[in-house]
């Protein structure tokens, strides 16, 4: 029963073309196809190739310059260019420094790291190594999520297996150049994930972000000149030197080059990780590669860059995949989280679950951020509690703005993105909420009007469930809820089994 | 994991702990402790932490207020099915909330509360990377997706079941 659905979700997925037909695989180019705790797979698939060639013909001037020439840019939500951060770290002079992986994959609702790591951990040894040999490091680490234990454990595995062969360690494949590297775990706080607070975890602190200058490139890990890059940029790194920088520039369109892997997931009939050719349109990795929204529904939003991110609407679903764009259209590139939303989902609710997480998340550093984003989770609570005021959506954007000019890391500049994002392109949906008192999709709770209707048997069970007695009637005949009493808890709706209790919003007088 | 007495614990943490500060710049292994403080005794008493402020030379204070930074790390004792729905996007989206109702009503206990019995904690979690399947759930290790309110509550009645039968010798 459970395989046959397997083999029924496989089949949709695989035998449409446009899945795979659109795609374009570079930093996934051995995810499912190699055995990922299997060094001689990795090596059989090209593999350390371009260590070697590093090693063996390539100063770290010539290893930069190739970096820069092939145009790539941080996969971690920034898009800084990779090329110019290592020139810079490798201009610093110090008798040590390091490199550093960031695994932590804070985004929630995003996974590509991770299958990245779990599918071919060797890439990201590989491409660390290439990039301590280009900046004169010896020593690197992963930070990685604890949320991911196969991850860690074929990571782990990856690097002991390098080492045996001598991909790591002292005088790698017979040249000067050593370099080793570790694993240290992260504990599951979002703004680890800015570089900054995740050196300082690393050290063994409390993750709280750094100002900057200076930045790492000059002083970083332990003070030292490091050079930090996310999961999917290091996974980059050696098909570029094995292609060549040329090869990796003719894809992509404008200052994005290369291809993004993203996470599709939400309301998409194929979700699954996808990696695409940069200048690709979202309505094309939405539809071809996603497969659309399923059980017929309507298209209402796509949100990506997660929690520091924007909502774009189905009028700019032409925009294509790059930095650039997706930014002029209201949201970025991040790290490649894209939730498909649909009709049934309620933007200002959408906004408020984004501010509860970064409002948890905040590290409490600074005032804008700890004490403005409470203050615009409040205001967002209040409207959808059906509490809310003239002039709230504007109290909102004035806050937001102030919020994202004074804070002192991304965390707290990008905070207010969603809500902001939202008013923009769904602000009848906030006004409806603080006018009329409705939830037009039917999901603030507070705004929900629950009402029987002639499917009821009278069987009392909703009578039963209540906890304030709103619901009268007697037994086999049709019970009524009183809505003066009722708190909205929703037990009744949740405790009938003959679909007989109605979910609905109606917009409330003005008082 | 429970089948070890306190004192075993604490003889593997010392252990651990000697090894890993031989290593450069001992105090940054703190949270790497923790996580292995946490692996053996399941959370992170005041005495673990004492333990650990003792072996690694640094004061509980500090030791506190990383413990107390990180999420992933517990600071009370946790059920022996750690329910952790994912609150992640994509599962929020897909009605997680709905399935983190239903847990709530089944057990009658509040996100980091652990039912009187000690049979199960719940816990919010921020996307366990298998969105793929969202909504889902872990408990302990495994991991439950496409969930409904219904599917949690037959899985939550089947481990009590299990753990029943378990109980008679
Ligand atoms: C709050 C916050 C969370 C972040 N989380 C991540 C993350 O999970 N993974 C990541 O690679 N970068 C994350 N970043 C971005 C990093 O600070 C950094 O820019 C990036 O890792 C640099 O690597 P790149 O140049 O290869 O993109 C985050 C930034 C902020 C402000
Ligand atoms: S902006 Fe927020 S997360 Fe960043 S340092 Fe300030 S308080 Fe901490
Ligand atoms: S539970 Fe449903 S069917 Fe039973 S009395 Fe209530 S509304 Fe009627
Ligand atoms: S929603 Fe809750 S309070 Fe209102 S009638 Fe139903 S059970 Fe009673
Ligand atoms: S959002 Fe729930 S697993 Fe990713």
Redesign the interface.
């Known amino acids: 029963m459970e395989k046959q659905k397997f083999t029924d979700r496989f089949s949709t997925v695989f035998a449409d073309q446009n899945f795979f037909k659109k795609q374009k695989r570079i930093a996934l180019k051995n995810c499912g196809l190699i055995d990922p705790e299997n060094i001689d797979d990795y090596i059989f698939a090209n593999g350390y190739t371009a260590l070697a060639t590093v090693l063996s013909e390539m100063t770290p001037e010539d290893v930069i310059k190739s970096v820069k020439d092939s145009g790539l840019r941080g996969r971690g939500g920034a898009g800084f260019p990779t090329g110019i951060k290592w020139e810079s770290t490798a201009k610093q002079v110090n008798d040590e420094k390091f490199v550093v992986c960031n695994a932590d994959?804070?985004?929630?609702?995003?996974?590509m790291d991770?299958?990245v790591i779990e599918g071919d951990p060797h890439a990201i040894v590989e491409g660390m190594a290439i990039g301590a040999y280009a900046i004169g490091a010896k020593k690197g680490v992963v930070y990685l999520r604890?949320?991911?234990?196969l991850a860690i454990k074929r990571l782990q595995k990856a690097i002991e297996d390098a080492r045996k062969a001598n991909f790591l360690g002292k005088n790698i494949l017979g040249s000067s150049f050593s370099f080793d590297m570790e694993i240290?775990?992260?504990?599951?706080?979002?703004v680890c994930g800015e570089e900054t607070a995740l050196m300082n975890?690393?050290?063994?602190?409390?993750?709280m972000p750094r100002t900057r200058p200076p930045f790492p490139s000059v002083s970083g890990l332990?003070d030292k000149p490091t050079l930090l890059n996310n999961v999917e940029t290091w996974a980059n790194i050696s098909s570029i030197i094995v292609n060549g920088a040329e090869w990796f520039s003719s894809i992509g369109v404008g200052k994005s080059k290369g291809t993004k892997v993203f996470?599709l997931?939400?309301?998409i009939t194929n979700?699954?990780l996808a990696e695409i050719p940069m200048g690709m349109t979202l309505r094309e990795i939405i539809y071809d590669v996603g497969g659309g929204i399923p059980n017929g529904k309507k298209f209402k939003a796509v949100?990506t860059g997660?929690p520091s991110g924007g909502c774009l609407t189905e009028s700019m679903l032409d925009t294509t995949i790059d930095y650039e764009s997706l930014t002029k259209a209201g949201s970025i590139m991040g790290s490649g989280?894209m939730?498909v939303?649909d009709e049934d989902?309620c933007m200002v609710n959408?906004a408020k679950?984004?501010l509860e997480?970064t409002q948890s998340e905040s590290?409490g550093k600074c005032v804008p951020c700890r004490e403005g984003i409470k203050r615009m989770l409040e205001i967002l609570t209040r409207i959808t509690d059906g509490e809310g005021q003239t002039g709230d959506i504007e109290k909102l954007e004035e806050l937001g703005n102030m919020i994202k000019k004074a804070s002192l890391c991304g965390l707290g500049q990008s905070a207010p993105n969603p809500v902001l994002s939202t008013i923009k392109n769904f602000r009848e949906e906030y006004e409806d909420h603080v006018n009329n008192k409705r939830c037009k999709c039917v999901v603030c709770e507070k705004l929900i009007t629950y009402t029987i209707n002639d499917k009821c048997i009278g069987c009392s069970a909703c009578r039963r469930s209540c906890p304030v007695g709103a619901i009268a009637g007697l037994p086999k005949e049709k019970h009524t809820i009183h809505e003066d009493l009722c708190i909205k808890c929703?037990?009744c709706f949740?405790s009938c089994k003959f679909h007989a209790i109605d979910k609905t919003s109606i917009a409330k007088e003005q008082k | 994991m429970t089948s070890h007495n306190q004192e075993e614990i604490n003889t593997n943490l010392k252990i651990f702990i000697a090894e890993i500060i031989k290593q450069d710049?001992p105090?940054?292994?703190?949270?790497?402790v923790?996580?292995k403080a946490q692996e053996l005794n399941g959370y992170l008493s005041r005495e673990i932490m004492d333990l650990v402020s003792q072996e690694m030379n640094i004061p509980t204070s500090t030791i506190w207020?990383?413990a107390t930074?990180?999420?992933?790390?517990k600071l009370n004792p946790v059920g022996k099915y750690n329910i952790s729905v994912c609150?992640?996007?994509?599962?929020?989206?897909?009605g997680g909330s709905e399935v983190l109702?239903?847990v709530k009503?089944e057990l009658g206990i509040e996100i980091g509360q652990t039912t009187e019995d000690l049979l199960f904690s719940l816990h919010e979690?921020?996307?366990?990377?298998?969105?793929?399947l969202?909504p889902v759930a872990m408990i302990n290790?495994k991991i439950y997706g496409e969930l409904t309110?219904k599917k949690i509550i037959d899985i939550i009645n089947n481990l009590k079941k299990e753990d029943e039968s378990k109980q008679i010798p």
């Open positions: 994959e804070g985004d929630p609702g995003a996974f991770r299958s604890a949320e991911y234990p240290r775990l992260g504990a599951g706080a979002f975890s690393i050290e063994g602190k409390r993750g332990f996470a997931a939400g309301k979700t699954g949100q997660g989280g939730i939303i989902a959408i679950f984004f997480f590290c929703g037990k949740r | 710049r105090d940054s292994h703190l949270i790497t923790l996580h207020g990383v930074f990180y999420h992933y790390f609150m992640g996007t994509a599962c929020y989206v897909k109702t239903a009503e979690a921020r996307c366990i990377g298998a969105c793929g969202a290790d309110p």
